[in-house]
């Protein structure tokens, strides 16, 4: 089974412009969930989807956003992007079931100039 | 309160030596437990999952739960610089909660 992808895997932006990430789950997995994760705060809950549906929310500003598609691929979207926000951002699969063992894909390393 | 508790370490044990991570939790409705391992530059790696009291191994793992105690720990048995890393504990309710890691070095 092809583990948990996403992309890109790099990226620089400037202050002030949007981002959106791509993250496609392990086959089968109905749930992603969206991490931020930096030396200073370890790791972070942003949200998590489940069957096209937000199910959990951690506590973000509201320029982070995400969404789920059919096909269980999900993206998130930061806006207005502010220096702060340079960190490894984690997608993590589930398939949602009691086991609720989770799979974490690369990261994608953001740098915010 | 955070709800998950781990030493940050880092903690240092020989080659061949059992290390020993512990972690505590606030919630006491929580049912599952992992273990994630995550080397420097790379994403966390499942290594150990437990859901009842007691003792679970899996090679030269072993996770242990206590939920009385809202306790969960990992032995590393016969300890190798390949198990330097830091290691994640995870707690799932309703979410995962993660505790910021615990560092382990093993010195050849």
């Known amino acids: 089974k092809a583990g948990v992808t996403q992309t890109p895997r790099y990226l620089i932006k400037t202050r002030g412009q949007q981002v959106t990430l791509s993250c496609s789950p392990i086959s089968g997995h109905r749930s992603v969930s969206w991490y931020q994760q930096t030396p200073g705060q370890g790791l972070q809950f942003l949200f998590e989807?489940?069957?096209?549906?937000?199910?959990n929310k951690g506590n973000f500003p509201g320029r982070f956003s995400g969404r789920q598609f059919s096909n269980s691929r999900s993206e998130m979207n930061v806006s207005t992007l502010e220096l702060g926000d340079s960190a490894l951002y984690l997608c993590?699969?589930?398939?949602?079931?009691?086991?609720?063992?989770?799979?974490f894909g690369p990261g994608t390393r953001l740098t915010v100039l | 309160q955070k709800e998950v508790e781990q030493n940050s370490g880092p903690l240092s044990v020989p080659e061949g030596a059992i290390a020993s991570l512990n972690c505590t939790y606030s919630?006491?409705?929580?049912?599952?437990f992992f273990w994630y391992r995550q080397y420097s530059g790379k994403s966390p790696e499942l290594i150990m999952s437990?859901?009842?009291?007691g003792d679970k191994e899996d090679g030269r793992f072993t996770a242990q739960l206590n939920k009385a105690s809202q306790y969960v720990s990992l032995l590393i048995r016969d300890s190798q610089p390949s198990d330097s890393a830091t290691y994640l504990c995870?707690?799932?309710?309703?979410?995962?909660?993660f505790g910021s890691g615990t560092k382990l070095n093993v010195k050849p």
């Open positions: 989807y489940f069957s096209e549906t937000q199910r």
């Open positions: 437990i859901y009842s009291n």
């Open positions: 995870a707690v799932h309710f309703n979410k995962f909660y």
């Open positions: 919630d006491r409705v929580s049912q599952s």
């Open positions: 993590a699969s589930s398939a949602g079931t009691m086991s609720n063992e989770q799979f």
